[in-house]
């Protein structure tokens, strides 16, 4: 069913219990969950869950669809800001060895210059985990969660300036491994 350019779907069937209900639209990524029981029914309004925040409030059902685009709005900016901050509390930038495996096992992400070579990224990657797997040694931990290798997630900044259209590296920026000449920051970081 659509609604003023909504997407509404209706989950009336009887085989599943309302909890069993609510897991699934939150499993599909249902953004805003709306509930209407028998008292709500009676006082014309509908309970309304949002995903992300467990917020519950209850809205009229009169002008429920734009008040719904108004609120899917909102949602959008403040899932945004939500995200953008987390990834600003974990953007770290390195400049050697050590800052770079004190990040990385921090779960950071970090931005390092690098000489980008494959070989070298495969060199980052073997040593990355081997450092993981003695670090994890030494905590005496059993579970893997520091043992994922890095790897370069992007490479967001070219060194150096466009001349003739193509770049000149700066000669003092060396790679964050390798220590050769670096040619761009790359966005490191572990899959999880």
């Not at 006082?43 to 899917?72: I, Y």
């Not at 509390?89 to 950071?108: G, I, Q, S, V």
């Amino acid at each position: 069913m659509r609604e003023a350019g909504l997407r509404v779907a209706v989950d009336d069937s009887d085989i599943h219990n309302p909890g069993y209900k609510f897991n699934e639209w939150e499993m599909r990524g249902t953004p805003v969950r709306m509930e209407i029981g028998a008292k709500d029914l009676t006082a014309n309004e509908v309970r309304c869950v949002v995903r992300h925040s467990g917020e519950k409030f209850q809205r009229p059902q009169a002008g429920l669809a734009d008040s719904m685009k108004e609120l899917l709005v909102e949602l959008h900016q403040q899932m945004y800001n939500k995200a953008l901050l987390a990834r600003e509390d974990h953007l770290k930038t390195a400049t050697n060895w050590d800052e770079f495996m004190t990040a990385l096992n921090n779960r950071d992400i970090i931005l390092a210059d690098w000489c980008d070579e494959v070989e070298c990224e495969e060199r980052v990657k073997e040593q990355s985990k081997e450092a993981s797997m003695e670090a994890m040694a030494s905590m005496n931990e059993e579970e893997s969660l520091l043992t994922g290798s890095a790897k370069t997630l992007c490479v967001p900044y070219t060194m150096g300036r466009q001349s003739s259209g193509e770049a000149e590296p700066f000669k003092d920026i060396k790679c964050i491994f390798c220590q050769s000449q670096a040619k761009v920051t790359a966005l490191w970081g572990r899959s999880y």
